[in-house]
């Protein structure tokens, strides 16, 4: 068995170890721990070796939170909490972030020990209406999923508490209604996530200073790539040097885009510790102890 292997702030779980995962208490010492889990990484479709989008956030005295349930989430997130436990968070409503979600209904409906009580869902305005169309039986028709999903909108700018963690959305630069996030943690660790998106203030704004950035990046820095969808690795990289992160993890690459292409822009333009995330990938979030701050000061 691997020990797991400390990344400057962030401690990487061995991933073929995943199960060992204890996830009962977060506090280390004096410090209030909080961590993200990679249940699927896959950008725009599920891939070969990677569920679509989807990523569990704990922390003590905090209800696991699931950040997007893509394509093969719900079989993946089985590893690590029983999936009636989990509150979710949807970044925004394409298929590879919420097509499990009528899975995770059929759990909660039919399990021969379904969860009391209804899950919390974060998402955007029209959420209800379009999980209930997926969800539906007959052509046409919208699953009344209130049974089991306590369905609530996301207001740009306004921060949700969940347990120990401060949620605060922000509207992003892509084509539907779609947020990225600043996460603060118990300590005061802070995790940004890009969601899907292209350059604009608000990514920036969300990783303002932030010990981790989990960040998108679909395609190399061609020339031809669309305007406003996704981030480039170049791009990436930019966004975390300029908000001065601690940590930049690249996400969101589909299988038709080089890793390692991605990778390799992304270190171009950060010079800190820069990882592409897989699946079953875990890591800590620390906070970091000196940062300067070059988005409020430029």
């Not at 990677?50 to 093969?72: E, K, M, N």
């Not at 990514?203 to 981790?212: F, I, K, R, S």
């Not at 890793?259 to 270190?267: C, F, I, Q, T």
């Not at 800190?272 to 000061?297: H, K, L, Q, W, Y």
Request: aromatic fraction near 6%.
């Amino acid at each position: 068995m691997m020990e797991p292997s400390h990344l400057g702030l962030v401690l990487a779980l061995d991933s073929q170890n995943a199960g060992d995962v204890e996830c009962n208490s977060f506090k280390h010492g004096s410090i209030w721990v909080m961590r993200i889990t990679v249940l699927g990484c896959s950008g725009s479709v599920s891939g070969p070796n990677s569920p679509a989008s989807g990523y569990l956030i704990q922390a003590d005295d905090t209800p696991p939170l699931v950040l997007d349930l893509g394509g093969g989430v719900l079989g993946a997130l089985q590893r690590y909490i029983d999936p009636g436990d989990a509150t979710l968070l949807l970044s925004h409503l394409h298929a590879d972030h919420c097509l499990d979600i009528p899975g995770l209904l059929v759990w909660r409906r039919y399990h021969p020990n379904p969860p009391k009580g209804r899950a919390i869902a974060y998402g955007p305005t029209d959420t209800a209406l379009r999980i209930g169309a997926a969800s539906s039986e007959i052509g046409g028709h919208i699953d009344d999923i209130s049974d089991v999903l306590d369905v609530r909108v996301w207001e740009d700018g306004e921060s949700v508490q969940f347990g120990g963690v401060q949620v605060h959305p922000r509207r992003v630069y892509h084509p539907p209604e779609s947020y990225g996030f600043r996460m603060t943690g118990p300590d005061g660790q802070v995790l940004a996530v890009s969601g899907d998106t292209g350059v604009c203030d608000a990514v920036l704004d969300l990783a303002d200073g932030a010990d981790v950035f989990l960040c998108e990046a679909s395609w190399t820095h061609a020339p031809d790539r669309p305007v406003g969808v996704h981030l480039s690795g170049t791009e990436a990289g930019m966004l975390a040097r300029k908000a001065s992160v601690g940590t930049l993890l690249l996400t969101h690459i589909p299988p038709w885009t080089s890793r390692d292409e991605v990778l390799a822009e992304a270190k171009a333009e950060f010079d800190g510790p820069v990882f592409a995330v897989s699946p079953d990938d875990a890591f800590e979030i620390a906070r970091t102890p000196t940062r300067e701050n070059p988005v409020s000061s430029a």
